[in-house]
């Protein structure tokens, strides 16, 4: 099952907050400047919580990963928007 997670992080060096950001760019949607919303099965959150430990420095860094439920659920009747209202991104398949 799907699962939609909001991952936020604070990391203060430039090397490693481009490599963070490159890494959640592949797996998510950018929705604010350090703010991510991905949508993963269990088997990519594993993998994509081992590449974030390759790229933190721990006693420096935080990424914080939460668990906002089915990926199929509606999104907008759990999420409260203080100005800009929340747009998810248009998905558009390329073969």
């Known amino acids: 099952m799907r699962k939609r997670y909001l991952i936020a992080y604070d990391v203060s060096d430039d ?6 950001f490159k ?5 998510g949607d950018h929705v604010q400047f350090s703010v991510f919303i991905c949508q993963l099965n269990d088997v990519e959150l594993e993998r994509l919580k081992s590449s974030i430990r390759r790229s ?4 420096q860094d935080q990424v914080i990963v939460l668990d906002l439920g089915p990926a199929d659920s509606e999104l907008a009747s ?10 998810p991104p248009a998905r558009v398949m390329v073969v």
Not at 15 to 20: G, I, V
Not at 78 to 87: D, F, M, S, V
């Open 78 to 87: 759990r999420l409260e928007c203080i100005g800009k209202a929340y747009e």
């Open 56 to 59: 933190v420095n721990f006693r």
């Open 23 to 27: 890494t959640l760019m592949g797996n």
């Open 15 to 20: 090397k490693r907050r481009t490599a963070l």
